[in-house]
């Protein structure tokens, strides 16, 4: 559906004339004049007003009831009153029956201070009850989840944390029990509410009757500050406000940014701040003495780690993970390029993919955008899990689909939690992106010439059947696409592109993409779900091995990650340096990168955690900073360069990872003269083409997208199709095996294993199977069971899905234990009974 | 004289709720005229000129209403509205007992004027014996090709569902309806849209009473303009009103629009038991504001009763005679809206809680006067302030009783006060005509 045309009309409010686009709600409308009308129930964000509360009564010339501010639009010519006496009548009213039954302990409520229930009884409210009557009484406060505590005392039964259950996360878990004056929120059936996106409710929630279980007690909120910035968890790139006390951050709050997130954020973000203020933290450089890791000075640590990359010259490589931002990322390239001559370095986690290619897949003619979801004809969600990978994007794609019947497919190996919604899904065989994308484009190529088409007759089936997948659904899906209109958006994740045939998916996806998309048509084309928050960003400085900043050539060409890791692994690699990734946990490959870690002479990590791969084998430890208390830039998946500012001070000795790495470099003899962080970016913005002329001030709070700037310009030329290829390799064939697929869910990342309220998530390896499968096996639900492959295993209970293809098995990465990535193999596992 | 009958004209003539003896009768010839000689416009035509107004309880013209549902090629809906759940109300009740082919005929004619090609009955859970005969009608009247495809070779076709509530009051209001049936907490909807734009399914719907469609065959069967000179000119028609409370002969009984309300209560009826009088009567189910005995002479129809501040409502006469406190009828009217109110939106949820709390006090005595100033002032705050009509089904019928009966109300609360040992100063009296004689002030 596209984009409603604005059209701007004139009403009246209070007798003063306003302009107001055509079709907001009054309550939204009045405050272009300067006119607030309270609301409880009214929040846009959560879709069609349900005026409920009543509290937005307002009376309008020409109809004889009061009516609704927050679901009326705004028509030329409206004159609306909201000061006359029935209307203050009806609003102290309202408020004299919602404090009825609230228990008005302000004093010790979190919410005392910054909330709406008081404001506006300040406001708006009589002054004075007349009730006498005993309250409602209810046992409080009880925990509505371990995040979460409710006290339905305090709800005013304003429905929006049910309707963002309902209608927004689509969880369906939160519903009023009861009936009138006994009507309470809870989840149907009393468990816990324990969904990705929970947390939103306590935002949500216009009293105190949702607190966040973290934050409870630990601040008032004169006692607070906030600081904006951007949540690093993921590619996502939501935009945050940080509460902060005495130097810590006690809560994360949305700070809401319709082109980013809006307005909604995931637990993970929202909890995971928890983990800034651990003991675990690594605040001090530490060196590996006899095989421990002691804290040591600065001098001692920096100049080690000089004499240890000195030493390796171009016998080193560096490893950017997704938390990198893009000046640390540019100044790593710099060090290893400039000063080391080394050209190893990688911020992907498996395999090259060239240089034009990169550029064709994120050329700005073909970049759409996240808010291009809500307004496609179609989406396609292909290899990837929104909800896991980047969960705002969930939200969007879930609130395009309700709201403006985008019609959706989903193509992905794993079933994914939006195929209730899409109008196609297509399961294929782990890791045969490559031939859906072929097949796809070869079902489109069908339909687009109708009979007799250069298509040859059952190619599509042929590969189809590549890929594991089935042809008529292929077809479907194709259809879905081909019939919706010219705006269609494919999301993919970055791992459609990982691995040797990474290149020939990339083609693939691109020739796809060039029988939906046209090139350069706004609100059509492309929109990756990076592996890594800032996997764009890294690209676009240079963190490549194929690439300088800004894609410019590059030579010689270096490494690319699993390359450095079988090099080092074969004793060629001196120095390993390790920016923000821990190989044995992020990459895949375990038994590779371990003996690689254990090779090196020297392994040098900047840090916030000793995760196993640097607990066992880094040589030198810096300290790095958590997201709050980083500066710098970051580029999120649709090109919108955003800006990360301090928020708390950083704890102990730890130092600004730009200026670890700027003074490594100038150790090293080569001095990049970046004094501050914003020189920095200063630096970064001059060395790439299209983000020249960016400012630190002109990205502001709410960044900018390069691709709509002129110097996009100076995005470099790019490798377009449509390509000839050759067939995609067929999915191999379990043939009593299992075909193994691995996923990475919202919850497994370090700051829900270390923060306190975060670690009930933490996840324990599980074998998804099919249920024919599993009764082949003779396994059930719940049952251990060794996954193994080539000798290497990992252990796992059965979880039993109807979606799960047959003949293949799910396995979690990313995870502390018993991770995915140890099994190395063909893709095929066998599963046996612990 | 209480002019002719229509509705009731065979409904007690055994085996009327089969086909057959329906169709004796002279059933289904109203459907065969509409599908065989008339256009979808010419029925709405039919049923605007009738001055047909909805007897469920707004009274909206039902011509009018069928002519609201846009004329898009989308699926429409009719929706017969049988969840007859306001207090007093038992005509719908009688109606599908013994005639449910009427219904069935009327709710075709009403679906091929609507082009609604899917229609459904709400029936309320505690109509058990009713649905059952229903439903084993639809089965009738799909055998002999009344419902299904292309009925009687017309080309149109309808299908009928009749589905169960589990006993809401608030299911009877038509969103809250259109709620329970998609599945979803019976909870009402704001409007607009309204559900002739956006109704079930997000379709173009028309919801009717029971009665209203049942009495479409018999509008197309004598003509709308000879249906329109029944009644007053502002009230057409007859009306099925359930009688019940203090009378010698409660039930059903059929009248003309625009008769005495005397003629109603005392003459049909029988009025209330030998040597009482009526103290108050609601002439429209348990919602529509009191009126007085010294009301009963004004006719009974939809202006005369809106003049008098009252409604004609469902039709649902309850006499409340003078051997009944005031206080009690209050309270237990307030229990029962305070119970079934839905908790959506404020004024309702609290203030009908409210309300019977202090209902609650002035019947122990543990009020005062000032109360009752309370009391109305509430009740006011709930009229018009609502989602949808249900606090208002409670605030008007309380507010005119603290305004009609307000020396009773004070009464009350002295003797109760007076009685009650913990309430008031002085020993508790445990002389009853002390209570008794403040009812009957």
């Not at chain 1, 937005?56 to 004889?64: K, Q, T």
């Not at chain 2, 006060?417 to 508790?428: D, H, L, Q, S, V």
Request: glycine share 10%; with cysteine; net charge negative.
């Amino acid at each position: 559906m596209p984009r409603p045309a604005p059209d701007t009309i004139a009403f009246t409010v209070d007798g003063l004339e306003v302009n107001a686009p055509a079709g907001m709600m009054l309550a939204d409308a009045a405050k272009l004049g300067d006119v607030e009308i309270p609301v409880f129930c009214y929040e846009p964000k959560l879709g069609e007003p349900v005026g409920a509360c009543r509290m937005c009564l307002v009376e309008i010339e020409g109809i004889p009831k009061l009516q609704t501010a927050c679901s009326t639009p705004v028509r030329d010519g409206m004159a609306v009153n909201t000061q006359t006496a029935r209307v203050k009548e009806a609003q102290e009213a309202v408020l004299e029956f919602l404090l009825i039954n609230h228990p008005l302990d302000c004093p010790v409520c979190d919410k005392g201070g910054e909330c709406p229930l008081q404001d506006i009884t300040y406001g708006w409210g009589p002054g004075r009850s007349r009730f006498i009557e005993p309250k409602r009484h209810f046992v409080k406060p009880l925990a509505l989840s371990p995040l979460i505590a409710i006290d339905r005392e305090r709800c005013i039964l304003c429905y929006r944390c049910v309707r963002f259950s309902q209608e927004i996360s689509e969880d369906y878990q939160l519903v009023l029990q009861e009936r009138g004056a006994d009507s309470y929120v809870s989840t149907f059936d009393g468990h816990p509410y324990v969904a990705p996106f929970s947390g939103n409710i306590i935002e949500l929630c216009p009293v105190g009757a949702l607190t966040s279980q973290p934050y409870r007690f630990r601040a008032r909120p004169w006692d607070i500050e906030g600081s904006g910035s951007v949540c690093l968890g993921c590619p996502g790139q939501c935009n945050v406000e940080y509460t902060v006390r005495d130097e810590r951050v006690l809560r994360v709050l949305s700070r809401q940014h319709d082109g980013v997130d809006d307005g909604w954020l995931c637990d993970r973000g929202r909890f995971g701040y928890q983990s800034f203020h651990v003991d675990e933290r690594v605040t001090h450089p530490l060196v590996r003495v006899d095989g421990e890791l002691i804290p040591v000075a600065w001098d001692r640590a920096l100049d080690e780690a000089a004499a240890a990359l000195g030493g390796a010259g171009s016998d080193s490589g560096a490893l950017a993970g997704g938390k990198t931002t893009n000046e640390e990322g540019w100044l790593l390239q710099e060090l290893f390029r400039g000063a080391l001559g080394s050209p190893n370095v990688d911020s992907r986690a498996d395999g090259m993919l060239p240089r034009e290619l990169h550029a064709a897949l994120h050329a700005p003619a073909l970049q759409a955008t996240v808010p291009d979801l809500e307004f496609a004809h179609a989406v396609l969600v292909l290899d990837c899990e929104p909800v896991d990978d980047q969960p705002s994007l969930d939200l969007r794609i879930r609130k395009g689909v309700r709201r403006n019947g985008v019609k959706l497919a989903v193509a992905s190996s794993r079933p994914s939690s939006l195929d209730a919604n899409a109008a196609a899904v297509v399961r294929y065989a782990p890791g045969a992106g490559e031939a859906f994308c072929a097949a796809l484009n070869g079902a489109l190529g069908e339909s687009d010439a109708g009979p007799g088409s250069a298509t040859r007759k059952g190619v599509v089936e042929e590969l189809a059947e590549a890929a594991g997948a089935d042809a008529d659904a292929v077809r479907a899906l194709a259809a879905v696409l081909a019939d919706a209109g010219e705006d269609v958006v494919i999301v993919y994740g970055e791992r459609l592109t990982h691995g040797a045939r990474g290149e020939d998916a990339a083609r693939a996806l691109l020739n796809v993409c060039g029988r939906v998309a046209e090139a350069g048509h706004d609100g059509a084309g492309l929109l990756e779900v990076p592996a890594g928050t800032n996997g764009r960003g890294l690209r676009e400085v240079g963190v490549l091995p194929n690439a300088a900043p800004g894609l410019a050539p590059v030579s010689p060409v270096g490494l690319a990650s699993a390359e450095l890791g079988a090099s080092a692994a074969a004793g060629a690699i001196s120095a390993l340096y390790l920016l923000h990734v821990d190989p044995l946990r992020d990459l895949p490959g375990r038994a590779t990168w371990r003996a690689a870690l254990q090779r090196a002479d020297h392994v040098i990590a900047h840090a916030d955690f000793l995760s196993e791969g640097l607990w066992e084998y880094a040589t030198i430890v810096f300290p790095a900073e958590s997201y709050a208390e980083k500066e710098g830039t970051i580029t999120h998946p649709d090109g919108r360069v955003q800006r990360l500012r301090p928020a708390i001070a950083r704890p102990d000795a730890v130092r600004a990872e730009w200026n670890v790495i700027a003074d490594l470099s100038k150790r090293l003899g080569h001095d990049v003269s970046v004094l501050s962080g914003a020189m920095a970016s200063a630096r970064v913005f001059e060395a790439i083409p299209f983000y020249a002329g960016l400012t630190l001030d002109e990205l502001g709070g709410r960044g900018l997208r390069w691709p709509a700037r002129p110097a996009a310009a100076g995005w470099p030329a790019a490798d377009t199709g449509p390509f000839g290829l050759e067939t995609p390799p067929h999915a191999p064939t379990p043939n009593g095996a299992l075909r193994l697929g691995t996923f990475r869910s919202i919850w497994a990342a370090q700051e829900v294993e270390v923060a306190p309220a975060l670690k009930f998530l933490r996840q324990r390896q599980r074998a998804e199977l099919h249920p024919v499968d599993a009764e082949r096996m003779g396994l059930a639900h719940g049952d251990r069971v060794t996954v193994g492959s080539n000798g290497s295993r990992v252990q796992a209970t059965v979880v039993l899905r109807s979606g799960v293809p047959e003949g293949s098995v799910f396995l979690e990465a990313g995870i502390a234990e018993e991770s995915a990535s140890e099994l190395d193999g063909g893709g095929l596992v066998e599963v046996s009974p612990q | 004289m209480t002019g002719p009958t229509i509705l009731f004209e065979d409904i007690d003539e055994r085996g009327l709720n089969t086909i057959d003896v329906y169709r004796r009768r002279g059933g289904y010839e109203s459907l065969r005229k509409v599908l065989t000689t008339m256009q979808p416009s010419e029925v709405v035509d039919e049923l605007m000129a009738s001055g047909l107004r909805g007897r469920g309880g707004a009274g909206f013209p039902s011509g009018r209403k069928i002519s609201f549902i846009p004329k898009v090629d989308v699926d429409k809906y009719l929706v017969c509205n049988a969840d007859e759940s306001e207090p007093g109300t038992f005509k719908d009740r009688e109606l599908m007992q013994k005639s449910p082919h009427m219904l069935i005929e009327g709710i075709v004619i009403g679906a091929f004027a609507a082009g609604a090609t899917k229609s459904f009955i709400y029936i309320r859970g505690e109509y058990v014996e009713q649905a059952d005969i229903i439903d084993a009608a639809i089965v009738e009247a799909r055998e002999a090709g009344f419902l299904g495809e292309n009925i009687l070779g017309s080309g149109f076709g309808l299908t009928l569902h009749l589905h169960r509530g589990a006993g809401a009051y608030i299911c009877g209001e038509e969103t809250g309806l259109l709620d329970s049936l998609e599945g979803k907490r019976g909870n009402p909807r704001l409007k607009p849209p309204f559900p002739a734009n956006q109704g079930l399914y997000q379709g173009p719907t028309v919801i009717n009473n029971v009665e209203t469609l049942a009495t479409m065959p018999h509008i197309i069967k004598m003509g709308g303009a000879e249906y329109a000179k029944i009644g007053t000119e502002t009230s057409a028609g007859t009306k099925l009103v359930s009688v019940s409370g203090n009378v010698q002969r409660p039930g059903n009984y059929e009248i003309e629009l625009g008769i005495s309300s005397r003629e109603i209560i005392y003459g049909l009826a029988g009025g209330p038991p030998e040597g009482r009088a009526v103290k108050m009567w609601f002439p429209g189910g348990s919602s529509s504001p009191v009126l007085t005995g010294d009301d009963l002479d004004i006719a009974y129809d939809f202006n005369t009763l809106a003049q008098a501040k009252s409604m004609l409502g469902s039709g649902a006469i309850i006499v409340v005679d003078d051997s009944v406190p005031v206080v009690s009828v209050a309270l237990k009217l307030a229990k029962f809206y305070k119970h079934e109110s839905c908790g959506k939106c404020t004024p309702c949820r609290e203030g009908t809680r409210w309300t019977v709390s202090m209902l609650e006090r002035v019947d122990q005595g543990l009020a005062t006067p000032m109360d009752l100033d309370i009391m109305a002032s509430v009740q006011e705050q709930i009229i018009g302030n609502c989602l949808c009509v249900l606090g208002d089904a409670m605030a008007m019928p309380i507010g005119s009783m603290v305004a009609k009966f307000r020396d009773e109300f004070e009464a009350h609360i002295e003797a109760a006060r007076a009685r009650n040992p913990w309430a008031g100063e002085g020993p508790p009296d445990p002389d009853p005509v002390l209570v008794q004689g403040a009812s009957g002030a």
